[in-house]
């Protein structure tokens, strides 16, 4: 197969490539490298099956002629940052929603008709399921990011009925592991870093979260696709378990030897529209036979243990 | 209150605008005409504390300068024309949901903070459960009409979680009477006008159909604004009865004394992305008081009678 994939140079994309490639695919990526970075594909370069494509997805005549020749479509590149969307109301529009749209119009031109779209739990606003199943009751959008990547499935989901596409939608929880460069974990590491007696904690500490390890998460995308063939797939990703911040805070200080006062902003959330508790029901995902192989504090460990070896990730964000 | 009615041209839009005068309030009107009617305004033009704004939701500046003073936001402005989405696939996207940002960034830069926002039936694809409760299982969505209003409902949930906006949003089943422009009534009285004895049929005739008459409509969200006071207030708004396409048909010949042979292309939906069944469970804008004074019959034969009064409207749709 050969498989385009946007956002291939971000933390989830460019894990699915490597994974892509080591099974025989030919992988070319289309991203802008505005938060993907170089240095995760330095293992795809080396293939002869890899390429890649510095384009932005609103140049729609340089993506439409780049996914030419190529069979399926890995929709990832997003803005993927929830907790800003109020500093800059259209970017998560603009990124999540109108470029999905420029894909899945490059892909009409290309007569292509499979597409996987990283959409997440934020979808399900404050759910009064928990955990959430695929068809808990009809929610109501919390933050501009969750909003603009329902869009960006409801775009998909039309594109189905109306032009025959079939679609993998994947209502992520947050994913952890290698090449992770945004979230709780890896801003907390970042402060001990350079404070280890100090750690600043938005809300207060018992926001539960759930996390799956990057390498369970693309298990989990390659089984749905191969698995389920209905017109439009929608698939929960997560782990059974969940954790309060607190959790995650006592395991990387565990991890690090570090033993800091710990300050709390205060609230059960730690910025507006922050999602007290996401936790999905994973009972679709599960039942085609994949479950994650790591609990929520190994891939945090896992994660560390990436961060600890990658010092150069920690500095592209400060 | 001063009123700001986006599409207040429209049909929908113009007898709002016509209520809201009545009961002595201000109204100010944006609307670019491509698909309202100046012949709507004639009675609002009357009225001193009526002002319109030819302008387009797409100039920001004007649209942020022209809703300066006002108190509260209708937006209504569309493209309502669920039938030919896959025609040209941007349209809805544009109109329903960049639109819908545009007009909220232009409430924000006024410190305007309540909107009423005309949703729609096609929100819940084709649900399992019917009649559809406004918290039915998470739709998939069907029509780009559908994805594009859904992510309008999205985008006005966000920001009433991120800016401290309360909504009221709206979920319509097809509106008809006075200045009643589009849809299956409008297409029939206008094929059986110029050949009484034929009328050719989308679909199998089976479709069934729920209708309310746009004076129920618009006490429904007057009753809804007045009596429910949440941050983002949704409601279904129908009747409690649905009709079949055939039924429909059946009574626009009686009323027009016609007996035309009829002729279906067949099929259980009369186009790609066409709902079979699109029937609203109205309980919660019941509760509050609310009930349509009006039958799907009667609405149909005002909207007949409207029509026949006023031919020119069928010329413009030619």
Redesign the interface.
């Known amino acids: 197969m050969n498989y385009f994939v946007t956002g291939g140079a971000g933390f989830i994309g460019s894990n699915l490539v490597d994974r892509l490639l080591a099974q025989g695919n030919s992988v070319i990526i289309y991203d802008n490298f505005s938060t993907g970075f170089p240095e995760f594909l330095l293992n795809a370069r080396k293939n002869k099956n890899f390429s890649e494509i510095n384009g932005d997805l609103f140049d729609i005549d340089h993506l439409t002629k780049s996914m030419k020749d190529t069979d399926f479509v890995f929709h990832l590149a997003a803005n993927a940052d929830v907790r800003f969307?109020?500093e800059h109301?259209?970017k998560d529009?603009h990124q999540n929603?109108?470029a999905t749209?420029n894909v899945?119009?490059a892909m009409?031109a290309n007569s292509l008709n499979q597409i996987a779209f990283s959409s997440t739990g934020s979808v399900?606003?404050e759910s009064e399921v928990i955990p959430t199943p695929?068809?808990?009751?009809?929610?109501?959008?919390?933050?501009?990011y969750?909003?603009?990547k329902?869009?960006g499935?409801?775009?998909i989901?039309?594109?189905c009925?109306?032009?025959g596409f079939r679609s993998w939608i994947f209502r992520f929880v947050s994913i952890l592991g290698e090449r992770y460069t945004h979230g709780h974990v890896f801003d907390f590491y970042n402060q001990l870093l350079d404070y280890p007696d100090r750690l600043d904690v938005l809300g207060n500490g018992h926001q539960k979260k759930s996390y799956l390890y990057v390498q369970d998460c693309i298990d989990a995308m390659l089984c749905a696709i191969q698995k389920s063939q209905e017109k439009?797939n929608?698939f929960n990703l997560g782990t059974s378990e969940y954790c309060e911040v607190n959790d995650s805070i006592n395991w990387i200080c565990t991890h690090l030897g570090v033993n800091p006062d710990i300050h709390y902003t205060g609230g059960e959330r730690g910025w507006?529209?922050d999602n007290p508790f996401i936790f999905l029901n994973c009972h679709k995902i599960r039942s085609l036979g994949w479950k994650p192989k790591y609990s929520i504090n190994e891939g945090i460990i896992k994660t560390l243990e990436y961060l600890e070896k990658n010092q150069w990730v920690l500095e592209t964000r400060k």
């Open positions: 969307g109020t109301p259209s529009l929603t109108i749209f899945l119009e009409r399900y606003g695929e068809d808990a009751p009809f929610p109501v959008q919390t933050s501009l969750g909003a603009s329902l869009a499935e409801g775009l989901s039309a594109y009925e109306g032009f439009v929608i507006i529209g």
